[in-house]
């Protein structure tokens, strides 16, 4: 348990170096303000991070975002394949029976005999 409060403290140090050194290299004001914002949702992440895996939510939340994230993945398949299906394959089809009755059984393709 120690053990891991000290993993704990040196993640949010290690954090805290690292955005401190970021903000050093931005030149510009207005990105440190966008930067300051996220990397502030990141710290609280981490520092809540221990309070949800000891209540249990992380199981839970982690549940969550792979069934929406499922769920994304499938509408987006399902998407494509409706595009495919009402737009792809009857240009395709076009072309081949284009193809196939303009230029006979060879599909207007040359095939070279020696």
Same mark, same amino acid.
């Given at each position: 348990? =120690?053990?891991?409060? %000290?993993?704990?403290?040196?993640?949010?140090? +290690? %954090?805290? =170096? $690292?955005?401190?050194?970021? /903000?050093?290299?931005?030149?510009?004001?207005?990105?440190?303000?966008?930067?300051? +914002?996220?990397?502030? $949702?990141?710290?609280?992440? =981490?520092?809540?991070?221990?309070? +949800?895996?000891? @209540?249990? =939510? %992380?199981?839970?939340?982690? /549940?969550?975002?792979?069934?929406?994230?499922?769920?994304?993945?499938?509408?987006?398949?399902?998407? @494509?394949?409706?595009? +495919?299906?009402?737009?792809?394959?009857? #240009? /395709? #089809?076009?072309?081949?029976?284009? !193809?196939?009755?303009? #230029?006979? !059984?060879?599909?207007?393709?040359?095939?070279?005999?020696?």
């Amino acid at each position: 348990m =120690l053990e891991a409060v %000290y993993n704990w403290i040196k993640n949010i140090a +290690f %954090y805290m =170096l $690292l955005v401190t050194a970021f /903000l050093q290299i931005v030149p510009d004001e207005a990105y440190r303000k966008y930067i300051r +914002f996220f990397s502030g $949702l990141i710290l609280i992440m =981490l520092l809540v991070m221990p309070i +949800f895996k000891i @209540t249990g =939510l %992380y199981e839970g939340i982690s /549940l969550t975002m792979e069934r929406t994230q499922d769920e994304r993945s499938k509408k987006e398949i399902e998407g @494509t394949v409706r595009k +495919f299906e009402e737009e792809i394959i009857p #240009q /395709l #089809q076009e072309e081949y029976n284009g !193809a196939k009755g303009g #230029q006979g !059984a060879a599909a207007g393709m040359a095939v070279d005999e020696e």
